[in-house]
T-cell receptor
Framework: KAGVTQTPRYLIKTRGQQVTLSCSPISGHRSVSWYQQTPGQGLQFLFE???????NKGNFPGRFSGRQFSNSRSEMNVSTLELGDSALYLC???????????????FGPGTRLTVL | AQKVTQAQTEISVVEKEDVTLDCVYE???????LFWYKQPPSGELVFLIRRNSFDEQNEISGRYSWNFQKSTSSFNFTITASQVVDSAVYFCALTLYSSASKIIFGSGTRLSIRP
């Protein structure tokens, strides 16, 4: 079974621009979560989507948003990019079926965003 | 609030040595999960193990073993007979049953295995 895939793997943007990152979960997984990893702040939870609805949210400004499609694929968007948004953005998926959550998240390779 | 502390920022050992990575967690919830993930230089977080708060049994998987002690709020990870391929950053993490999608990560321990 294919793992979590993220595109693109690398991205370079300039301040003020916006960016969209994509994540395809493991087949059958319906929950998708996003994390930001920086040297200073470590790994921080951004948000989680399930059945096209945001179910949980971390402490990030409104410039960070996301959505999930009916096939469980997810995108996250960052508007008005700042230098501090340079980070590795990781997507994770988990299986949730019949009301049972396995609660183990499997991660993709990440998208490395550089803001100049 | 929940917190995960990995006091060891970096560890360097010679191949074949045993090494233990420490993890201490804080939560007032009685139901939670604990995890270890490995992050090699490629960047992907690789799931290693999950324990729930009701299961304090230690676990062994090949050269890897985990010691969960609720009395000290610790979930330590030991690699026996370390190998160069074990070099990576290791993260200990916590989720609550009530918000299982939100993982709280420790700051990570960078493990270097020298040949």
């Amino acid at each position: 079974k294919a793992g979590v895939t993220q595109t693109p793997r690398y991205l370079i943007k300039t301040r003020g621009q916006q960016v969209t990152l994509s994540c395809s979960p493991i087949s059958g997984h319906r929950s998708v979560s996003w994390y930001q990893q920086t040297p200073g702040q470590g790994l921080q939870f951004l948000f989680e989507y399930f059945s096209e609805t945001q179910r949980n949210k971390g402490n990030f400004p409104g410039r960070f948003s996301g959505r999930q499609f009916s096939n469980s694929r997810s995108e996250m968007n960052v508007s008005t990019l700042e230098l501090g948004d340079s980070a590795l953005y990781l997507c994770a998926s988990s299986l949730e079926s019949g009301g049972i959550r396995t609660d183990t998240q499997y991660f993709g390779p990440g998208t490395r965003l550089t803001v100049l | 609030a929940q917190k995960v502390t990995q006091a060891q920022t970096e560890i360097s050992v010679v191949e074949k040595e045993d090494v233990t990575l420490d993890c201490v967690y804080e939560t007032r919830d009685t139901t939670y999960y604990l995890f270890w993930y490995k992050q090699p230089p490629s960047g992907e977080l690789v799931f290693l193990i999950r324990r729930n708060s009701f299961d304090e049994q230690n676990e062994i998987s090949g050269r890897y073993s985990w010691n969960f002690q609720k009395s000290t709020s610790s979930f330590n990870f030991t690699i026996t007979a370390s190998q160069v391929v074990d070099s990576a950053v290791y993260f200990c993490a916590l989720t609550l049953y009530s918000s299982a999608s939100k993982i709280i990560f420790g700051s990570g321990t960078r493990l270097s295995i020298r040949p």
